[in-house]
């Protein structure tokens, strides 16, 4: 009897082309992990995650579902899959989910983290996990901008996304900004974010610290709905995925 499981992952992104699986490359993390479950099942199995990813990002807490009939216990199915997968994706948890749960369908919310190391001197082992930004940041008038960012708004400017179709609002609850010695950590919790939206917000939030715009920009951005108005896309590599929420 097939039963439905949710397990969670992380996965250190640098050499994925992102999570969804591709017709072009198999050097995916949905593409790895639906092969060997596969192999596991001796049948196609399906995976479905909390949300896609992009190249390059990491994760320390996603969430996947996926159906499959073995006589293996959820505690079998984890060792199974960390021994059989690469390295840099680990399975910490597998267990039984009710027959309906689905990883993207039923999330409520998730926590994201963006790394940037403000200095110009490079932190060499760290380079696949932060972005590097040089030169001196006015963390008072990030701040500004974050206090427009927070709430539930239209973010149709901070997204590539063409489709008109599915709403484009979002309630981000809190972005939290931290300092870290010579690093700043921001972390972005909201009831969902919209493709590339996290990196252009935090794009956003540079060029305001850059004095390249100002903080009054993002209203500007969220009245227009134009990509054009809101900053630039900020590298993937200072991006993961740290938890995602069920009710």
């Known amino acids: 009897m097939k039963r439905n499981y949710r397990a969670v992952l992380q996965y250190e992104g640098t050499r994925y082309q992102g999570w ?3 017709i072009s490359t198999d050097n995916t993390i949905q593409g790895k992990l639906e092969a060997l479950l596969t192999k596991m099942a001796g049948e196609n199995v399906e995976v479905n995650s909390s949300g896609r990813t992009d190249a390059g990002v990491h994760a320390y807490g996603q969430v996947i579902s996926f159906a499959c009939d073995v006589d293996m216990s959820p505690e079998e199915i984890r060792d199974y ?28 919310g998730k926590i994201y983290r963006y790394r940037v190391l403000n200095s110009s001197i490079p932190r060499v082992f760290d380079r696949k996990y932060v972005f590097q930004v040089p030169e001196e940041l006015d963390l008072e008038a990030m701040k500004v901008g974050i206090s427009y960012l927070e709430g539930k708004h239209d973010f149709k400017a901070f997204t590539v996304k063409k489709n008109t179709k599915k709403s484009t609002v979002r309630t981000i609850h809190e972005i939290k900004m931290e300092q870290v010695n010579e690093e700043l950590v921001f972390t972005f919790y909201g009831d969902g974010f919209l493709y590339h939206m996290v990196r252009i917000l935090m794009g956003t ?14 209203l500007e951005a969220f009245e227009s709905g134009e990509r054009v108005k809101a900053g630039f896309l900020a590298p993937a590599q200072g991006l993961a995925l740290m938890q995602v929420f069920y009710d």
Not at 82 to 107: C, K, M, T, W
Not at 205 to 218: D, K, W
């Open 20 to 22: 969804q699986k591709q």
């Open 81 to 108: 899959m960390n021994q059989y997968l690469p390295e840099d994706i680990g399975v910490l948890s597998v267990v039984v989910a009710g027959e309906r749960f689905h990883a993207r369908l039923n999330a409520t």
């Open 205 to 218: 939030l540079l060029e305001i610290g850059q004095h390249r715009r100002e903080p009054e920009s993002i």
